[in-house]
């Protein structure tokens, strides 16, 4: 009895000095997700900055539209020679693109996938609107900030670019400060650092900037003018709607 009393005082104590011995890794990046997707939709300009090497600057300028979890366009709007080119992502990992050249949209296969999103550091799995809790299975590392909660998640599919991402994620409202990728080398290769804004009853990622550290090249997302909860049609997102009105 004695010794079932020392093993409980023990755990309670782990369970005090370290908050995340209480939570499961699961659990945790279910939250994560929860967070990430709770409105029913959401529309926002979004801007984009790309800088390489030498400092250079190219700006893009898009609108973003989102219903539920699966949902989601993105449609250029600036400099010129991107306008019109858009991207659909829908259930089961599904990606359209449309490009004014070819007059038609091509579905993104699961090569491409892993190519770079209409240029910028983010790929197309990056942007994708399956959770992270579908694509990942997540365990707790140790982490020296007690503030947040670290995540090691290992790729379910071997499709993914990935061997593993590490997630430094708040503890207070478990959003993401930051990401780390690992390439199919086991290669630290980019990272992705994030600001979340609240706005009414929801947290969202008001600023990203993702550092492709072998290339040397960044991307840096803006939102801005974001909407919540509009009531969007289910029009929105169909590949017919991604080729625009004449």
């Known amino acids: ?13 782990l369970i005090m000095v370290n908050p995340s011995f209480a939570q499961s890794a699961a659990s945790l990046l279910e939250g994560m997700d ?16 790309l800088k390489d090497k030498s400092g250079k600057e190219k700006v893009r300028e898009a609108v973003m539209k989102q219903k539920g979890q699966y949902h989601k366009t993105y449609r250029y709007t600036f400099p010129e ?26 579905k993104v296969t699961l090569l491409s996938k892993s190519q770079a999103f209409t240029g910028t550091d983010f790929s197309y799995e990056d942007m994708s609107g399956t959770s992270y809790s579908e694509r990942f299975t997540p365990r707790i590392l140790p982490s020296s900030d007690d503030q947040i909660y670290q995540l090691e998640l290992m790729p379910k599919s071997m499709r993914s670019r990935y061997s593993k991402i590490i997630v430094y994620l708040n503890k207070t409202h478990l959003y993401p400060e930051k990401m780390e990728y690992f390439d199919k080398d086991k290669a630290y ?8 804004k609240k706005q ?5 990622a008001e600023r990203v900037m993702m550092h492709d550290i072998q290339k040397q090249h960044s991307t840096e997302i803006f939102l801005t003018q974001i909407k919540f909860d509009q009531g969007l049609d289910d029009a929105e997102f169909t590949v017919e709607n991604l080729k625009p009105l004449e």
């Open 81 to 106: 020679k991107q306008v019109g080119t858009a991207t659909l992502s829908l259930p089961d990992d599904i990606i359209w693109l449309y490009m004014p050249a070819f007059n038609k949209a091509v």
């Open 1 to 13: 009895m004695k010794k079932l009393k020392i093993i409980l005082a023990s755990l309670l104590f």
């Open 189 to 196: 290769f980019k990272y992705a650092t994030y600001t979340y």
């Open 200 to 204: 009414g009853k929801y947290w969202y």
């Open 34 to 49: 929860a967070l990430m997707s709770a409105p029913k939709d959401k529309e926002a300009l979004v801007k984009m900055i």
